[in-house]
């Protein structure tokens, strides 16, 4: 069929065709042009030959938070809000830690994390970030209720009880983004 008048750009071939709709503008890279964009991003939790100590060698000489970090391509890539507060929460880390503040054992086991849920957010093209101990059914509560999906401890959450310690999530803009914590568990 012909593209609609908000198409931005068709690719076809013999047996089929793809719309982009939508954004106002887009553009066709050559592969040297995509290769440069590659080259400024950090390593990614998804790829087999990612280096986390690219990125720890970044974070442990900044005085950004750590959170504002996790945020920031050219450290690391692909993280994303919502692994950004997950992973913080998972290893009881205040957001607004300095990076040169963590340790090279917490990058270990931050980086670890991300790998796994990553992983496992793509092989079940949702994000869940709860242990098994704290699913609802394991801790008798309602299931999420959220157009995102996925249980989570924090993202989303603010002013709602905390699973582990029943305090009050918070949120607050960090980075140009939402930041959710519980300052009662995310205190190392």
């Known amino acids: 069929p012909p593209p609609t008048d908000t198409v931005r750009l068709r690719l076809t071939n013999t047996t089929a065709y793809a719309d982009l709709r939508g954004p106002t503008t887009c553009t066709l890279l050559t592969t040297p042009e995509k290769q440069a964009i590659h080259d400024r991003l950090g390593p990614d939790p998804l790829r087999d030959d990612a280096d986390p100590h690219q990125a720890y060698r970044r974070i442990s000489r900044s005085r950004t938070t750590i959170a504002a970090l996790l945020m920031d391509q050219k450290i690391i890539a692909g993280v994303g809000n919502v692994y950004r507060a997950e992973v913080l929460f998972r290893h009881r880390i205040d957001p607004y830690r300095a990076g040169k503040d963590i340790t ?11 790998v796994d849920l990553m992983h496992e957010g793509v092989r079940n093209n949702r994000i869940d970030t709860v242990r098994p101990e704290h699913t609802p059914e394991a801790m008798g509560r309602p299931p999420r209720v959220d157009d995102h999906g996925g249980e989570v401890y924090v993202y989303r959450r603010a002013t709602l009880p905390c699973h582990i ?12 983004r939402n930041l959710f914590w519980c300052p009662n568990c995310q205190t190392e």
Not at 104 to 114: F, H, V
Not at 165 to 174: K, N
């Open 104 to 114: 090279p054992a917490e990058w270990d086991a931050i980086w670890t994390d991300l």
């Open 165 to 176: 310690c029943d305090g009050e999530i918070r949120t607050a803009d960090l980075a140009a």
